[in-house]
């Protein structure tokens, strides 16, 4: 049975009532508590944590929740924390303008007239009742309704699980890359409402966002909207990246400025003619998932100067027939109703983690050298540097290539992030091909092909690259050279005018002998 707002008319309150009900006590701190404590069904339990449900509006979703947690004996208080953390008070939170606070009275109201069970919350087709206790119960639902993004999903979950991981302090920012409306902010939905506490979402972000100067804000009003204190411990979700990227020149050239040190985790201070010196000297830890379609060239080497601090998770392009997706649109179920089911099961678990003691005794060593490897392997891909031509030959100059020690550190906390979701406090070689897709992702595509190419053929040539990258003579000589200068493969003589080849460099031979064919 689903209560509709019209069940409840004959208990609202007329304006004599309210005025006589005694005000709400929500004096004092408002601290996040544990919902499986509360004295409410299992029903309530799992509309709490995951939202509207099959309710036809929200308001009714949320006055069934209050009726809930009142008859249930909690305090206003104690209404007021569940509705601040979790995804049922997605609507009170976005309604500053006394909603909670109405809502509330007239809850109390019920229960104070009607002494029968509370309202139960809806059963939703095709879930269980119980809440979900492993990730396996996500990924079964995720690989049903949307195909093909459990990959990038699960990238996602290890970044927001580091934060459970006492000594990883160090901020890790991660950015799903595809085609336009190729699943990258699809993924990233499937993580919002899981709670205030936990992310903080941005649609219209920039990079002045951090700490702000506004010169039509006092200094204390811009302490209320400055972002970098509000995302510390949670993860920042900015599904429009494309803003950044797309910046030119000296534009360009600040915002990476900015967002480097916003990421390095020791705070952030600007200063501006409006307000001086502004923000935060102290360290914060956040994570940060974005999406972005594949960055230009120019993007790419500004950022190899930066170092490797943001990362990145290439989505494969979707390789459906035309008329598979015709299929799709006459058979499937609507978006939102699949997103629905995604979150039923996404949202309590996010939140059913609890901060771990690491222990490395259960990781063998070949572990940490194929973290190195893969940390190496992305230093060379992000290598900067410039070609040109001169004479009957191919010239470089301005080889910039980062230190590994960075790298590493952030590729090993990306694996324990992923092990966390998977239940453990410990890696395992389960951990590392995610680990290694993300470093196969950390440059522009031209180069991943390349490498791709180098890891399928046992030598390879101008005359493959020319036919298999669809480019010119002169191109494909010049991608030749790259890979020399990247530090990944070995090279012949290369002229302008003959055929020249490569073989993979003998450090990289794992690639070959390991992992060909098990890249995502």
Not at 100 to 110: H, I, V
Not at 225 to 236: A, E, F, S
Not at 435 to 463: C, K, P, Y
Request: proline letters at 5%.
């Amino acid at each position: 049975m689903v209560f509709k707002l019209d069940d409840f008319k004959s208990f609202q309150l007329s304006e004599e009532e309210a005025a006589s009900l005694p005000a709400l006590d929500l004096d004092g701190e408002i601290k996040e508590i544990d919902p499986t404590t509360l004295s409410i069904s299992k029903k309530m339990l799992k509309l709490i944590t995951t939202g509207q449900g099959d309710y036809p509006s929200r308001s009714e979703c949320d006055m069934a929740g209050m009726v809930a947690l009142v008859a249930g004996g909690c305090t206003d208080l104690e209404v007021a924390s569940v509705f601040n953390h979790y995804a049922i008070g997605e609507k009170s939170r976005e309604n500053k303008n006394g909603y909670f606070e109405y809502t509330l009275k007239k809850a109390k109201a019920w229960v104070a007239k009607n002494k029968e069970e509370e309202p139960p919350a809806p059963d939703i087709p095709g879930t269980s009742t119980l809440m979900p206790t492993s990730v396996e119960d996500v990924k079964a639902v995720i690989e049903k309704t949307f195909p093909g993004t459990w990959d990038a999903t699960e990238a996602c979950g290890a970044v927001i699980c580091q934060r459970y991981v006492s000594d990883i302090t160090q901020p890790f920012n991660l950015n799903l890359i595809g085609n336009p409306s190729g699943s990258k902010t699809l993924v990233l939905s499937y993580f919002y409402g899981i709670g205030d506490d936990l992310v903080c979402r941005s649609d219209g972000f920039t990079a002045h966002c951090f700490v702000s100067h506004s010169p039509k804000k006092t200094t204390k009003e811009l302490e209320k909207v400055d972002l970098l204190p509000r995302i510390k411990n949670k993860c920042l979700i900015t599904p429009e990246m494309n803003s950044i990227f797309s910046a030119e020149g000296d534009k360009l050239n600040e915002i990476l400025g900015i967002i480097t040190r916003i990421i390095d985790g020791e705070g952030f201070q600007s200063d501006s003619g409006s307000h001086g010196r502004r923000g935060y000297s102290e360290p914060v830890f956040f994570t940060w998932l974005g999406a972005t379609t594949p960055p230009r060239r120019a993007v790419w080497n500004l950022m190899s100067r930066y170092g490797s601090k943001m990362y990145f998770y290439s989505i494969p392009k979707n390789k459906n027939t035309a008329e598979e997706y015709l299929d799709a649109t006459i058979a499937g179920r609507p978006t939102q109703e699949k997103l629905r089911e995604v979150r039923n099961v996404m949202n309590p678990l996010m939140r059913s983690f609890k901060p771990v003691a690491w222990d490395k005794t259960k990781e063998p060593r070949e572990l940490y050298e194929k973290i190195h490897d893969y940390a190496s392997l992305l230093a060379c891909l992000r290598t900067s540097f410039t070609i040109w031509a001169d004479d009957d030959d191919y010239d470089t100059s301005s080889v910039v290539k980062e230190d590994l020690y960075r790298v590493i550190g952030l590729l090993y906390n990306l694996a324990r992030g992923r092990a966390v979701l998977y239940g453990r406090n410990y890696i395992t070689e389960d951990d590392l091909p995610m680990v290694l897709h993300v470093g196969m992702s950390g440059a522009e595509i031209s180069r991943t092909e390349l490498l791709r190419l180098l890891i399928d053929e046992e030598e390879l040539t101008t005359t493959m690259i020319e036919e298999k990258m669809q480019v010119s003579s002169p191109t494909a000589r010049k991608h030749i050279q790259s890979l020399k200068v990247m530090g990944l493969a070995d090279v012949d003589a290369i002229g302008k005018s003959h055929i020249t080849s490569c073989t993979l460099k003998e450090e990289f031979a794992w690639l070959k002998s390991s992992l060909k064919g098990k890249l995502r």
